[in-house]
T-cell receptor
Framework: QQPVQSPQAVILREGEDAVINCSSS?????VHWYRQKHGEAPIFLMILLKGGEQKGHDKISASFNEKKQQSSLYLTASQLSYSGTYFCGTEIKAAGNKLTFGGGTRVLVKP | DTGVSQDPRHKITKRGQNVTFRCDPI?????LYWYRQTLGQGPEFLTY????????KSRLLSDRFSAERPKGSFSTLEIQRTEQGDSAMYLC????????????FGPGTRLTVL
């Protein structure tokens, strides 16, 4: 039931773009994206509630394809501060309010 | 700082000892969650409170684990007879009652069982 994230890791040069995918085998009510730096708590980036909805936060945006039960996170013109591990947390319809997290995608942005 | 606080931040204990962690959520949030995270993995759900009622417990939460949220404010997570496999980061998160809102995580308590 854990969502599957891909890729597991990505290395970028500053200014490059990347896409992180999150796929679920269950019908999803919402997808929550977080970024976590080593030794710190996950920090909320954005929540997607509707199929096809896209949201943006600075140069980070995301989409949610309800039919495919898939969400993608887009890192555009990456900055050094984007380094960290990105997690998607999925909320399944009628399954309570807990989030089920993927295994994470480690992102390293180099100068 | 998300507004969710946890205490202690680090705990080292010997196998077989009991430990207790505390979480103070954002004041207007009536939902509180406990997660466990091991190195290289995403957070795993342990239990969830709405106000003072514990509404869901994961099968991960063995009978050595107990959580409370008296008066619907702060929460405590106790682990009895700790085992080395309990070593992990224990994260608390809080959420308003709206389904359109997200969960905000505290800084976590890192437990090391020797």
């Amino acid at each position: 039931q854990q969502p599957v994230q891909s890729p597991q890791a990505v290395i970028l040069r500053e200014g490059e773009d990347a896409v992180i995918n999150c796929s679920s085998s269950k019908a999803l009510y919402s997808v929550h994206w977080y970024r976590q730096k080593h030794g710190e708590a996950p920090i909320f980036l954005m929540i997607l509630l509707k199929g096809g909805e896209q949201k943006g936060h600075d140069k980070i945006s995301a989409s949610f394809n309800e039919k495919k039960q898939q969400s993608s996170l887009y890192l555009t013109a990456s900055q050094l501060s984007y380094s960290g591990t990105y997690f998607c947390g999925t909320e399944i319809k009628a399954a309570g309010n807990k989030l089920t997290f993927g295994g994470g995608t480690r992102v390293l942005v180099k100068p | 700082d998300t507004g969710v606080s946890q205490d202690p931040r680090h705990k080292i204990t010997k196998r077989g000892q009991n430990v207790t962690f505390r979480c103070d959520p954002i004041s207007e949030h009536n939902r509180l969650y406990w997660y466990r995270q091991t190195l290289g993995q995403g957070p795993e759900f342990l239990t969830y409170f709405q106000n003072e009622a514990q509404l869901e417990k994961s099968r991960l939460l063995s009978d050595r684990f107990s959580a409370e949220r008296p008066k619907g404010s702060f929460s405590t997570l106790e682990i009895q007879r700790t085992e080395q496999g309990d070593s992990a980061m224990y994260l608390c998160a809080s959420r308003r009652g709206l389904s359109t809102d997200t969960q905000y995580f505290g800084p976590g308590t890192r437990l090391t069982v020797l």
